[in-house]
């Protein structure tokens, strides 16, 4: 079963994701602009494509867990995951800053005076080097720096939550279940492996 | 209808009303979800009728008065109020409704009242929003009793000559123009005269953030964004933000209420 589904993903071609994962952000700006997005856009399109940033960066750190406990093989995909998750990040700042506050000088003001937008700016931050550096040639050049560097991800992801969790009113549930969720996929990579052992009897 | 005799300021001039579809689609009732649709989506499930409102603590009257009781009492006009969310947004919406003085008069205020106390309506078969612990249900809010008795404060039954639909506090609530919009309590089952200042639901979930004055005041920041700007709904995906005015713009009518107090400790 495991192996017929990895199979048929090996199948699908990385840039079909890409297309996919990228459509819903214009989708949501031409509902936002034809009000099917309410009578307040500009909220609800900042919402939701900070959800998609979420959901992406969710899918991304679910790739490694997925394969170690379930046999299922998505690494092929993790780096579309992962760079669409910063697609998402960067067009929900972008909505923020021109749609939303307006005016660049209150831009600044938030960022250094709110906590909540300034642990949102820091893992936008953090995601730069990643995004920049999510290609063959990079792998290459950074060599097994390039894996410490890339477990940034892992603080991106909480920020990206605690930013969810400290911004909304009254006790909800929603974003603690988003920062579950990801402390949970970051608390399975701390499962110790089990030692191979006995691969010698091959030999006897 | 509206007479001579009643503060004509209250009407401003120049106030374009939002729609009806914006007044009705885009609320904060978390009875009912958190969602700014989820009150349109699920407020149908309140029932309003029988409705009645226990008038009690210190009048010379208490007692259950059904709304059609007190709505025989009282003269109904229409009253264009700025609207100011304390998350930055805004409104412009023409109430119909009476003078909360006017309801508190009929019960009689004792001597000793110095604030008058709000509760909603709590059926958590009919709220599901209710199931969460999202505020300390039932929602409570208060007034000082100069506050209560000023005539900007009304309680509303109607908006553009419709009955309050639910969704935005069927079939009787308040309107504060000059405070933030969760002030001005909706669906409302008890009015208590007190002594002292009563508890307010947000000031219990998070008492740095939400004062119990609450008077819309562009200086003093949310600890969390900005007060000074508001973004009026329905301007689209490439709406203005504009300045917030202090008092929401009736501070000639009320400012003097507040005369010596630091508004920013008093917030």
Not at chain 1, 2 to 17: D, F, K, M, S, Y
Not at chain 1, 46 to 51: D, F, R, T, Y
Not at chain 1, 116 to 131: C, E, N, R, S
Not at chain 1, 180 to 189: D, F, K, M, N, S
Request: net charge positive; glycine share 8%.
């Amino acid at each position: 079963m495991g192996e017929r589904i990895n199979g048929g993903l090996r199948r699908v071609p990385t840039w079909a994701l890409y297309i996919l994962g990228m459509l819903p952000a214009p989708w949501l700006l031409w509902q936002g602009a034809t009000g099917a997005l309410g009578v307040e856009p500009i909220r609800a399109l900042e919402h939701e494509l900070g959800q998609w940033a979420l959901w992406f960066l969710i899918a991304g750190l679910a790739v490694t867990p997925l394969r170690r406990f379930a046999g299922l093989n998505l690494l092929k995909f993790r780096r579309a995951l992962g760079l669409i998750a910063f697609y998402y990040v960067f067009c929900h700042l972008l909505v923020w800053i021109v749609l939303d506050v307006q005016i660049l000088g209150q831009v600044w003001a938030d960022i250094a005076k709110r906590p909540y937008i300034t642990i949102g700016m820091a893992a936008f931050v953090l995601l730069i080097p990643l995004a920049l550096t999510s290609n063959n040639w990079s792998v290459r050049k950074l060599g097994p720096r390039w894996r410490t560097l890339h477990k940034a991800v892992y603080a991106a992801a909480v920020l990206g939550a605690m930013h969810f969790v400290m911004l909304v009113k009254g006790f909800q549930i929603e974003p603690l279940v988003y920062l579950g969720i990801i402390l949970a996929l970051l608390g399975l990579r701390m499962i110790p492996r089990k030692r191979r052992v006995a691969v010698r009897q091959t030999a006897g | 209808l509206a007479t001579a005799a009643r503060p004509v300021a209250a009407a401003a001039e120049g106030l374009e009303p939002n729609s009806w579809e914006e007044i009705t689609t885009y609320n904060n009732y978390y009875e009912f979800g958190t969602g700014k649709s989820d009150p349109a989506s699920y407020a149908y499930m309140l029932t309003t009728q029988p409705w009645s409102v226990t008038i009690d603590g210190l009048v010379d009257r208490p007692g259950d008065y059904s709304l059609e009781q007190i709505l025989g009492e009282m003269t109904i006009e229409q009253r264009i109020y700025r609207f100011r969310c304390v998350e930055a947004w805004s409104m412009v919406i023409p109430w119909n409704g009476f003078e909360l003085a006017d309801l508190l008069e009929m019960a009689g205020v004792q001597d000793g009242a110095k604030y008058v106390a709000f509760e909603t309506v709590l059926r958590r078969e009919e709220m599901p929003g209710t199931r969460y612990p999202i505020l300390d249900w039932p929602y409570v809010e208060g007034l000082r009793l100069d506050e209560a008795m000023h005539p900007l404060t009304l309680m509303a039954t109607g908006i553009y000559d419709r009955p309050v639909p639910n969704q935005n506090g069927a079939p009787i609530r308040l309107v504060v123009p000059w405070k933030y919009g969760y002030k001005s309590i909706k669906s409302i089952v008890r009015i208590t005269l007190t002594e002292s200042e009563p508890p307010t639901s947000w000031n219990k979930a998070n008492a740095r953030e939400y004062g119990f004055y609450s008077n819309v005041n562009p200086e003093v920041s949310h600890p969390r964004w900005s007060q000074a700007t508001e973004r009026p709904i329905g301007g689209g995906l490439f709406a203005r933000r504009q300045p917030t005015l202090m008092f929401n713009g009736y501070q000639d009518e009320v400012a003097a209420m507040y005369d010596g107090m630091d508004l920013s400790v008093y917030h």
